[in-house]
């Protein structure tokens, strides 16, 4: 990672930019091992110090923080540790999101049957009704109400039965005549959905 440490009206010395560099690559590497690059600018802020501190961490996350206290030092911890946080809640989010992504199956399966109409039925009405034979099992995802949306308009599913993660009650959404999607929610929770 490129580190870059500046000094606005003020002298940073080599061996404060030094510290300044492998404690910031340090504090980022915790968090991403591949951050592209990184700037470090202290400027006077009355008798203080502030330390501005960017780190691009690549994919389009940039964090921006500043730190202010009487020595240089200082200030640039207390904007190191503004960027440790955030990139750790940002790490967190991640790992959660694709933890949740393994463990969106709930164990649950759903055993779906359509039989075959009963033969006796005659005339044009057996010719008109589809002979539909049909068995599958499926995990129940336990999703929010827009998460189950996108999964039928993504899979072009006319239904899709989710475990609501507002509630943890069975929900099914479908595909209207009208275009538009219906929801069931049979624990009658409306607006708890997400």
Same mark, same amino acid.
């Given at each position: ?6 000094? #606005? *009206? ?10 300044? /560099? ?7 590497? =915790? ?7 990184? *700037?470090?600018?202290?400027? #006077?802020?009355?008798?203080?110090? =502030? ?12 964090? *921006? ?11 640039? !911890? ?6 440790? #946080?955030?990139? +750790?809640?940002?790490?967190? =989010?991640? %790992?959660?999101?694709? %933890? ?7 164990? /649950? ?14 005339? @044009?009405?057996? @010719? ?17 109400? !827009?998460?189950?949306?996108? /999964?039928?308009?993504?899979?072009? *599913?006319?239904?899709?039965?989710? =475990?609501? &993660? &507002? ?7 479908? /595909?209207? &005549? ?13 607006? +708890? !959905? !997400?």
């Amino acid at each position: 990672m490129r580190i870059s440490v500046s000094g #606005k *009206q003020l002298e940073v010395g080599h061996k404060l930019a030094d510290r300044v /560099r492998a404690s910031l690559e340090q504090s980022v590497a =915790r968090y991403f091992d591949r951050a592209i690059d990184a *700037q470090v600018a202290f400027s #006077k802020q009355g008798a203080d110090v =502030r330390a501005d501190v960017s780190v691009h961490a690549g994919r389009g996350l940039t964090v *921006q923080t500043h730190g202010q206290a009487a020595d240089l030092w200082l200030a640039f !911890g207390e904007a190191e540790g503004k960027v440790t #946080k955030r990139l +750790r809640r940002h790490k967190r =989010r991640l %790992r959660n999101h694709h %933890r949740r992504d393994e463990d969106e199956f709930d164990r /649950r399966t759903v055993v779906h049957r359509i039989l075959d109409e009963p033969e006796d039925i005659g005339g @044009e009405a057996a @010719e008109d009704a589809p002979a539909i034979i049909a068995e599958m099992t499926e995990d129940v995802l336990t999703l929010s109400v !827009g998460e189950a949306v996108m /999964r039928m308009d993504f899979s072009g *599913q006319p239904a899709l039965l989710f =475990r609501n &993660a &507002a509630h943890g009650g069975l929900n099914m959404i479908y /595909r209207r &005549a009208d275009g538009n999607v219906g929801w069931v929610d049979p624990d009658g929770q409306p607006g +708890r !959905g !997400g």
